[in-house]
């Protein structure tokens, strides 16, 4: 991501917060796993869009109009020793040289700086409720600044959430944004095709994770934007499965959701097909129910659409085909109204997509609190499906056991949307000709 990039949405932040405001957000810490042992790090999302600053314990203060500059960086500061331990990581010096930042304090004064900081300003933006020690620091700030009004400070008399404000701009990507997400999508799609062409009964469900791990990894990429779900048959059906520990049955499908990130910025796809290779009759009709509920959902993506009708649309296809394959039975309008569909389709057709896997940003907007409507640069998955457990006794058992879902990413465009992951085999046909080494 171009450096200049980031400059640019802190000025935005800035010019978009109410006069004599300033605005203050800190990264994640480390998790410490146990001893000498951390968890992998994530830079929390807000932090490193406005930053680009990727290591734990750090700060940043916007301060709008300041003399001395209006970015000032809090981080660890280098140290050879710890280096010799951890590796490089930057200090105060590449806080200005390389992120930018006007001046650069170490992490470990941020509280005793704050109170300096935030005087003079009428309102402080900040993630309230966010962070438990930076509420307390920020309150710590202001009580400091109301004993010393004696000698003419002014403390801040207002405190505004600063979220709202970030995750509306996050909404919208910018070409850079789009490039990062293709990049982590190329490799995503890559990492499903060899799934599909290394799949065989008897395999366990890890094995198959392995393939996809290994993907992503060779392709530079290390972070899967969430565990990834290999759920073979019934294991399908459990929505967020991710023990992925089972043995892959002939004749069972199977659900692939797994997605990498690229420089922060996720992808998110799903895919489901046959562990031999070739759909049965009843996987075939299900799978194409789905499928041409996702077409639909995604015929209904364009600006001035809302948010609410691409699910719309997958519900009343969804619904018209289990009535057809006689799963259901009674007046679609009925069945739709009285939400019956639930017992096979209990999610919602997707969610904006970005840094987070599941994005920030608005789902409803105004003061009706009505279904936002789409715009160009906003992306967003969609993923209808049908699920079919074992114990679901109101069907056939040759329809049991079953889970489908097919998850597409989706940018908005000026005269409708493009697909993203549109090289991720999803018709019955492509699928069954890669599994059988017709391609690739
Ligand atoms: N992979 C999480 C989701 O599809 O929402
Ligand atoms: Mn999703
Ligand atoms: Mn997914």
New binding site residues.
């Given amino acids: 991501m171009p450096s200049e990039e980031f400059k640019q949405r802190r000025k935005k932040v800035m010019r978009e917060m109410k006069k004599r405001s300033m605005a203050l957000i800190v990264g994640h810490s480390a998790s410490v796993r146990n001893g000498d042992v951390e968890y992998p790090f994530r830079q929390d999302s807000d932090f490193l869009y406005l930053t680009g600053f990727d290591e734990p314990d750090a700060a940043a203060v916007f301060l709008p109009g300041r003399e001395e500059g209006e970015f000032v960086l809090f981080c660890r500061e280098f140290d050879e020793t710890r280096a010799l331990w951890t590796g490089y990581f930057a200090g105060l010096d590449e806080a200005v040289n390389q992120f930018g930042a006007d001046q650069a304090y170490s992490i470990e004064i941020f509280a005793d700086k704050l109170p300096e900081l935030i005087s003079g300003y009428e309102r402080i933006y900040y993630p309230i409720g966010g962070d438990a020690e930076l509420d307390r620091q920020v309150v710590d700030a202001v009580s400091n600044l109301k004993g010393k009004v004696r000698s003419g400070v002014r403390p801040p008399r207002q405190l505004h959430d600063l979220a709202p404000l970030i995750h509306e701009m996050r909404l919208y990507k910018s070409e850079a944004e789009l490039e990062a997400m293709q990049e982590a999508i190329r490799v995503s799609v890559r990492a499903h095709r060899r799934a599909m062409s290394y799949c065989q009964p008897g395999q366990y469900e890890y094995e198959v994770e392995a393939e996809i791990a290994h993907e992503f990894m060779r392709h530079g990429l290390r972070s899967a934007a969430y565990p990834s779900i290999v759920a073979g048959g019934n294991n399908a059906c459990v929505l967020h499965y991710t023990r992925n520990d089972a043995p892959l049955k002939d004749g069972d499908l199977l659900l692939i959701?797994a997605g990498v990130e690229c420089h922060g910025y996720a992808s998110?796809i799903?895919r489901t097909f046959p562990v031999n290779g070739k759909f049965s009759e009843e996987q075939k009709l299900l799978y194409e129910c789905v499928l041409k509920a996702q077409l639909a959902a995604i015929d209904a993506i364009r600006p001035d659409r809302r948010w609410s009708e691409p699910h719309d649309a997958a519900v009343e296809v969804l619904t018209r085909g289990l009535v057809q394959l006689g799963l259901l039975k009674g007046r679609v309008s009925r069945l739709v109204r009285d939400e019956v569909y639930k017992t096979f389709y209990m999610h919602k057709t997707?969610?904006w997509?970005g840094m987070d896997?599941?994005d920030v940003g608005a789902y409803k907007t105004g003061q009706e609190q009505e279904w936002r409507k789409f715009e160009p640069g906003m992306v967003l998955?969609v993923?209808p499906g049908l699920y079919i457990s074992e114990q679901c006794e109101q069907v056939d058992s040759r329809w049991r056991g079953i889970g489908i879902r097919i998850?597409d990413n989706i940018v908005v465009t000026e005269d409708g949307c493009r697909v993203l992951t549109a090289g991720a085999p999803k018709t019955v046909d492509e699928i069954e000709s890669l599994m059988r080494g017709d391609h690739d």
Avoid: I, K, S
């Fill in positions: 959701d998110d799903t997707g969610h997509l896997v599941h998955t993923e998850e």
